[in-house]
């Protein structure tokens, strides 16, 4: 993907597609192109969610999204050309595109991890649309030839048959103690969605809360987010759990703060509403990441 900064001709901002010097909406993304991003003081840019009814081009095939509070991305697949989603994602379709189910590799540890155990590919020609059922910004993410990038679960919604998919252990947990009893947490989820694009440009749509900010890590450069916060990354880009943890008092216990650690190089995209992980108050006894203090 581009870097935002390079700005050449008709070229987006955003992704780095040519669009016609009158467009007011990237054809590769949807994000509006009428002005730059500009990146606050600590280097983050606000992410654009795509404009509405904008209409972007992969393929022989478009979209279009519509909608500001709950968005819908409506696709006019060709013939031939394909789609696979999260099987709850689907609003809509017209009957003669044809909806076939594609089981996954690991489908136990999945379904235990509260992932989706299916996904459906949806084959053109015709109309099919998704949306998400909470508010939010519909990110359009154009994936180049040998481009790979890292999704939090629950993130992905829709990708361009092109795109290869695999997941991972995020790798990322602790164990809590309460008496005789422990308890395993994933702060981030059990598992990561990988995508990529190994023969041929594709396209990825992913749902974010609130707004999305990117910023790019330089080698070695580190971050602190809050687990739940991460949209997406680099595949290049390393996590690592970091406990900060204080004792309250004898009869008050633990107060742990958890954050995921970030180091470069590469790029990362967060959401401003964070659903927090819950503080605990239980002694922390093991972890895959470290400890810091206050």
């Not at 904008?54 to 500001?68: D, T, V």
């Not at 594609?102 to 136990?108: Q, V």
């Not at 308890?183 to 990561?192: D, K, L, Q």
């Not at 880009?237 to 470069?264: A, C, D, E, N, P």
Request: net charge neutral; glycine share 10%.
């Amino acid at each position: 993907m581009a870097n935002p900064s390079n700005v050449v001709g008709g070229a987006c901002p955003w992704c780095g597609h040519v669009n016609d010097l009158a467009a007011r909406a990237c054809r590769g993304c949807g994000a509006a192109i009428t002005a730059a991003p500009v990146a606050d003081e600590s280097g983050w840019i606000e992410m654009p969610g795509a404009k509405d009814l904008a209409e972007l081009q992969f393929g022989r095939s478009n979209l279009q999204i519509a909608g500001k509070v709950v968005p819908v991305a409506d696709f006019n697949l060709a013939e031939g050309d394909d789609v696979y989603f999260a099987h709850h994602q689907l609003l809509w379709k017209d009957p003669r595109v044809q909806v076939i189910t594609r089981s996954l590799k690991g489908g136990w540890k999945r379904l235990f991890a509260g992932m989706p155990l299916v996904m459906v590919e949806a084959k053109g020609p015709g109309h099919i649309a998704f949306s998400r059922d909470v508010p939010g910004e519909l990110v359009a993410v154009p994936l180049d030839v040998g481009q790979e990038i890292d999704v939090r679960e629950h993130v992905f919604m829709v990708a361009s048959g092109s795109v290869a998919y695999d997941w991972f252990p995020t790798g990322v947990w602790y164990r809590t103690q309460n008496g005789d009893e422990t308890e395993m947490h994933y702060p981030m989820g059990m598992f990561m969605d990988r995508f990529s694009a190994p023969a041929r440009p594709g396209l990825l749509l992913l749902h974010g809360a609130g707004n999305l900010f990117t910023r790019t890590l330089q080698p070695g450069e580190t971050l602190y987010v809050r687990p739940r916060a991460l949209v997406y990354k680099s595949s290049l880009v390393s996590m690592h759990l970091v406990i900060q943890s204080q004792q309250l008092g004898v009869f008050t216990g633990f107060l742990s703060y958890l954050w995921l650690q970030l180091r470069g190089p590469g790029k990362v995209a967060i959401q401003s509403a964070d659903k927090h992980h819950e503080e605990h108050r239980q002694p922390i006894v093991a972890t895959s990441g470290s400890y810091a203090s206050f």
